[in-house]
């Protein structure tokens, strides 16, 4: 159990010590690992982050989820200094607890999602799947009336591969490089995205779009190619990603 009287000094060193067992950490991520431990609540936690970043202890980097923050030179040297007035009991809390829940931060991190209502009332749900800081995969999917968004946002975590292994691999089936280029239908387009990246954005109508990809590829023919494949693969993909959202749904009684 937390005790009642903790020395400022000593939750900032917990922090730092959380986040070096942690990895990159948003402030929410942090909290939950801190709270679930009995290690701190979330008033001492916000002041003590607010003192470290101004300190230059911690830094903080954009990410979807939220600012990721990390150790800096500087709280490194803290936590490598005086580490050991932590107590014992609370640093092996933190070593033996804190695997589980990098792997599961880390999953988060890497396939965000989030929903929002449109003016008619209906659901949207955005779906990423990230490497690092590069998107992979942006999906944007109105859902049918009577499903539950929350649910879906959990599940993406782990139909994110599954989900992007099967469009990519429907969507490249029989490339030829050395094929015409294909004309462009009304639901895609190419843009150029980098030096050598290609953004394939695909939608299911153009006017009243229900579900919209945005696809990052290394070559432009592929790009076009994939294109050219969405309009006659468009349902087909749909239905295998509400698929894999949907496995393990709670059905309705």
Request: aromatic content about 6%; overall charge negative.
């Amino acid at each position: 159990m937390e005790r009642k009287h903790i020395p400022e000094s000593e939750n900032r060193l917990t922090i730092l010590y959380a986040l070096r067992r942690l990895g990159p950490a948003t402030a929410m991520q942090l909290l939950q690992f801190l709270v679930e431990n009995d290690l701190m609540n979330y008033f001492t936690m916000q002041l003590s982050l607010s003192d470290m970043q101004e300190q230059g202890q911690l830094a903080a980097d954009p990410h979807p989820l939220g600012d990721l923050l990390t150790l800096t030179p500087g709280g490194e040297y803290a936590i490598e200094s005086f580490a050991h007035r932590i107590p014992v009991s609370r640093r092996q809390l933190m070593d033996a607890q804190a695997p589980r829940w990098k792997e599961r931060f880390r999953a988060e991190q890497l396939t965000p999602a989030d929903s929002f209502t449109l003016e008619d009332g209906r659901v949207c749900l955005r779906l990423r799947l990230l490497e690092g800081t590069s998107s992979l995969l942006d999906i944007l999917f109105t859902l049918p009336k009577d499903t539950p968004p929350t649910f879906l946002e959990k599940r993406w975590r782990g139909a994110a591969q599954a989900v992007y292994s099967a469009v990519s691999l429907n969507l490249s089936q029989a490339f030829d490089p050395t094929a015409p280029t294909p004309a462009l239908p009304q639901t895609a387009a190419v843009e150029r995205s980098g030096d050598q990246e290609w953004l394939l954005s695909l939608v299911d109508d153009a006017e009243h779009p229900t579900l919209t990809l945005l696809l990052p590829l290394a070559d432009e023919a592929l790009a076009r190619h994939c294109a050219a494949r969405w309009p006659s693969q468009c349902a087909q993909l749909r239905q295998r990603i509400l698929q894999e959202l949907r496995d393990g749904l709670p059905e309705t009684p």
